[in-house]
């Protein structure tokens, strides 16, 4: 079959509410060298897109499109790429946060952004991935380095972040602490949570302490508290990359360690998250998804931080 010249995508011409998304027909990109061009299939939707639609924060100037996951297939490959050849299905992160335009019909990145999808799932659940899982990956494995009974807390364990950090670390063979409301405390439970904490009516500094690793996937005062949890030695990794000094300072004083990262791509990163989906060690959970044309409506939803999982924007039927 013909690769289409033309593909939609979603682009916005100013900052704004979800309705300065629009939907429309581009010219399709051509893979250069060491790149693939890839037929999205799925992606998903995190809340750096939301907040990137809203306001200025690491990208360029409007116009562009968001969207940073990809699940799909490839459909042509740059000269020098041996990885890959077309009809291969793949799953990546477009670099973070430069890269971004996967909410299109069509990506062509540098090929050392994608390895191969997991067979067990599919592309929508593919799709959801590979942001969330590069973030808690590095979070916990690569800057904690959390080992077996190890106790682990993650904040707002039933977010996009929140679910796949939970499964990791319990492959980790961790001790996890979750906090979320009470009424996802069941759902954190089927992920493997060993104790959930009511954010709305409890204080976690109040109810665990000795704590190995916290990873604060809400930035604020949530990482500054959290550093009073942790034992000797232990470490937040927090994944809002922006804050007040205050949070290194008072990990020196207690001992502890403090980390703000931003999630970088890695194909080798990618290949052990998948060994671990298809070794049935880690399901994301789809909350809803969205054909292209109703991204508008994902972005509403994705904003009242009240699902379960991932928002997943569907590229094909």
Excluded: C
């Excluded at 063979?173 to 979320?180: F, L």
């Excluded at 000094?245 to 931003?262: I, P």
């Amino acid at each position: 079959m013909t690769t289409p010249a033309t593909m939609r995508t979603s682009i916005q011409h100013a900052l704004g509410a979800p309705e300065v998304l629009e939907v429309v027909e581009v010219a399709r990109p051509e893979p250069k060298p060491n790149e693939v061009l890839v037929r999205v299939h799925a992606a998903g939707l995190n809340p750096t897109d939301f907040k990137h639609r809203a306001a200025k924060r690491f990208v360029e100037d409007p116009p562009f499109t968001l969207g940073w996951d990809v699940s799909g297939v490839v459909e042509a490959v740059g000269v020098g790429v041996a990885r890959f050849q077309p009809g291969d299905e793949v799953f990546g992160m477009l670099t973070y946060p430069t890269g971004h335009g996967s909410h299109a019909d069509y990506v062509a990145a540098p090929a050392r952004l994608f390895a191969r999808k997991p067979a067990s799932i599919d592309h929508a659940q593919a799709g959801a991935l590979p942001l969330v899982s590069l973030t808690a990956w590095q979070a916990l494995v690569e800057y904690a380095d959390v080992q077996p009974g190890q106790r682990v807390l993650v904040h707002a364990a039933a977010g996009g972040v929140g679910h796949v950090a939970v499964q990791i670390a319990k492959a980790r063979g961790a001790y996890v602490i979750g906090t979320s409301s009470a009424a996802k405390h069941e759902y954190l439970r089927e992920l493997g949570a060993d104790e959930v904490i009511d954010y709305q009516t409890q204080d976690f500094t109040e109810v665990t302490q000795d704590i190995d690793v916290v990873l604060d996937t809400l930035g604020g005062e949530t990482g500054l508290r959290s550093l009073r949890t942790l034992r000797a030695g232990g470490i937040v990794v927090s994944i809002v990359p922006m804050g007040s000094d205050d949070f290194y300072r008072e990990a020196d004083e207690l001992g502890v360690r403090a980390v703000r990262m931003l999630v970088d791509s890695s194909r080798a990163q990618l290949t052990a998250i998948a060994d671990l989906v298809d070794a049935g060690n880690l399901r994301p959970t789809i909350a809803a998804t969205f054909p292209l044309e109703q991204i508008a409506d994902a972005h509403r939803l994705a904003e009242t931080g009240r699902t379960a999982g991932k928002i997943v924007i569907t590229m094909t039927p």
